[in-house]
């Protein structure tokens, strides 16, 4: 039985962190990766680079977010910033209005 709860566990964070990316990202116009981490910790949501990198790269390849490498005005290293494009502002409303929906149905079935 635990198996089945932990992959059920993992298949409905896998889509509620990738919600909480667009989400972030859409927020402040653009993030780089090691910023989403940081955001997503501070509002409890922890989460590796291993398992954010794949999504942010998938993401892109899915035209979904836009990347660009920044160097100038930067202390340190260029980074990587991702920004949402046209689709994935469309899909992010999609996203937002299903996910609503679901919690919707979740508080009224458990009243």
């Known amino acids: 039985m635990a198996g089945t709860s932990d992959n059920w566990k993992t298949q409905i964070r896998k889509g509620y962190l990738e919600l909480c990316v667009l989400l972030l990202i859409q927020r402040h116009r653009k993030l780089y990766g ?4 940081e955001r997503l910790a501070e509002a409890s949501l922890h989460v590796k ?3 954010l990198y794949p999504i942010l ?3 892109s390849a899915d035209g979904l ?8 005005n930067l202390k340190g290293h260029p980074r990587k910033f991702y920004a949402l494009t ?3 502002a ?3 409303t999609e996203m937002e209005s299903e996910f609503g929906e679901m919690v919707s149905i979740f508080k009224n079935l458990s009243k």
């Open 86 to 88: 046209r689709d994935g």
């Open 34 to 37: 090691f910023d989403l981490i």
């Open 65 to 72: 977010l836009g990347a660009s490498w920044e160097t100038e």
């Open 49 to 51: 680079e291993g398992t």
């Open 90 to 92: 469309r899909l992010l």
């Open 57 to 59: 790269n998938r993401m």
